[in-house]
């Protein structure tokens, strides 16, 4: 079920801040997602290959799928042919077969690097290092556009803030160090995308507030 007064008022925020709004549509039914189409919304994520790829069959063709789940290896050839932008690049390996199968098809494919910034052991990501020792032009078939990140899971919000200040900072010096050009900062959810906006995010990802908690 859509919350259809909640997302105008979050699409109006992100406008004003300049900031592009995914939905997070995950679980979710193809109809829910027409439906937020049908109201102007383009950028859909999903965390599940086998979901993403059925929902992808059944909608408009001009949706931005943003995959930004914990992509397996083995699973990029079936998202490959469309998605939009895969925001949760956590490791090189994973990195080199994005570029092989970009080239299989024929096209760039847009990531983010997904950097690890909570406390929590669970979240994935490359660290500090990792990010300042990558090597962007051993992949010709992939644009990295930005980094991705998310923070703990607290009601401390000044840990929040934190962590998304040290992905800003992340950001800038790998732009500078790199030279490369970097549009996407993606970070804040449901529970933060306010704070992660005044932090420097401009891409929020947005799913139990617009379409309700999942079971």
């Not at 004003?16 to 383009?42: C, E, F, H, W």
């Not at 998605?83 to 080239?103: G, T």
């Not at 799913?207 to 908690?213: A, I, N, P, V």
Request: charged residues 25%; proline residues 2%; contains cysteine.
């Amino acid at each position: 079920m859509v919350n259809e007064p909640l997302y105008k008022d979050i699409v109006g925020f992100t406008k004003l801040k300049n900031s592009t709004l995914v939905a997070v549509s995950k679980i979710k039914p193809a109809a829910d997602i027409q439906k937020m189409y049908d109201m102007g919304q383009r950028d859909f994520g999903e965390n599940y290959v086998q979901e993403m790829v059925e929902k992808q069959a059944q909608l408009p063709a001009d949706i931005l799928w943003h995959f930004i789940g914990h992509l397996q290896t083995n699973k990029v050839k079936y998202i490959a042919p469309f998605v939009h932008l895969i925001q949760s690049v956590d490791s090189e390996k994973l990195l080199k077969e994005i570029d092989k199968q970009a080239a299989k098809n024929n096209r760039k494919i847009n990531v983010l690097l997904q950097m690890h910034i909570a406390e929590e052991q669970t979240k994935f990501g490359f660290d500090e290092q990792e990010l300042m020792n990558l090597d962007v032009s051993l992949y010709p078939n992939v644009n990295v556009t930005g980094l991705m990140g998310m923070a703990t899971f607290t009601d401390d919000k000044e840990k929040v803030k934190r962590e998304f200040e040290q992905l800003q900072s992340y950001y800038n010096n790998f732009e500078d160090a790199k030279k490369v050009e970097l549009n996407t900062l993606s970070m804040g959810m449901s529970d933060d995308y306010e704070l992660a906006i005044h932090c420097g995010s401009n891409m929020i990802r947005i799913g139990s507030l617009l379409f309700g908690k999942r079971s």
